[in-house]
């Protein structure tokens, strides 16, 4: 079993930043191929937002493009969301998810709510 728990999560007005974190640990093969970014607003669909696969390759999904940059640090089994430039719809409850050995885990979600 592997274990997420997301941080950085908070209140921020129009315009401001934050940085989301979320550090894997427990029974990690190896390297964990795939870590994620999802997040899910009130009444909505969860949805991807940005990945980063092992060697660093990223995607983003157009509503964040610009403004979000997922990193991650191999080492200390982290991935990080960079999020600046942040509007009222970017309200959501963030998840992280990573893919190990085939399995799928997910972190308990952190909140992030933009409002002035």
């Known amino acids: 079993q592997v274990q997420l728990v997301e941080s950085g999560g908070g209140l921020v007005q129009p315009g401001g930043s934050l940085r989301l974190s979320c550090a894997a640990s427990?029974?990690?093969?190896?390297?964990?191929?795939?870590m994620s970014w999802y997040r899910q607003a009130p009444g909505k669909e969860r949805e991807l937002i940005a990945s980063i696969t092992s060697t660093g390759s990223t995607h983003y999904t157009d509503s964040v493009k610009g403004r979000f940059t997922i990193t991650r640090d191999n080492a200390k089994n982290t991935v990080y969301l960079q999020m600046n430039s942040l509007k009222p719809e970017d309200t959501a409850v963030y998840f992280c998810?990573?893919?190990?050995?085939?399995?799928?885990?997910w972190g308990q979600g952190t909140q992030v709510t933009v409002s002035s």
């Open positions: 998810r990573a893919v190990n050995r085939g399995a799928d885990y």
């Open positions: 427990g029974n990690i093969y190896r390297i964990i191929i795939l």
